[in-house]
């Protein structure tokens, strides 16, 4: 099993009804990558797709993949493409859900986003994930 030392929560930065295909054809064609950005994609239905294979490598942060899970929801930018939390209630529950999943699988791995590690300076996911998690720790 690889060593999981974090679940990275990102945003896909498009359009919140821009669909999983189109996600995954602008990795294909346009930065060709072999494989996915992340293991798993919420689209704002709240439904979950899972990608790539969790012993795989996805191409979410750079320098870190080899130890990370990647989970994305899409949407994070407003209609002038600015950083914008545009979560809908499904695809926040339907995160939560997978950070709960992942957790117990993980259980050393720290939970955080994209926008955490240092050296970063992007926006995604777009909102505070350490924040949010608290919203569920009474
Ligand atoms: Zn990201």
Redesign the pocket.
């Given at each position: 099993m690889r060593n999981i030392k974090f679940i990275?929560i990102?945003?896909t930065?498009t359009p919140p009804l821009t669909p999983v295909s189109a996600i995954q054809n602008y990795w294909r064609t346009q930065l060709h990558w072999k494989n996915p950005?992340y293991h798993y994609i919420l689209p704002a239905d709240g439904t979950v797709q899972r990608l790539l294979d969790e012993e795989l490598i996805a191409n979410?942060?750079r320098g870190h993949n080899d130890v990370c899970i990647?989970v994305?929801y899409i949407g994070g930018v407003d209609e002038d493409n600015n950083p914008r939390d545009t979560r809908t209630l499904a695809q926040k529950t339907a995160l939560y859900y997978m950070v709960c999943l992942l957790r117990e699988k993980y259980p050393a791995a720290v939970v955080q986003?994209?926008?955490d590690f240092a050296g970063v300076h992007?926006a995604?996911?777009s909102f505070d994930v350490k924040d949010w998690l608290k919203e569920f720790v009474p």
């Open positions: 990275v990102h945003c930065a950005g979410g942060v990647h994305s986003g994209h926008r992007k995604c996911p």
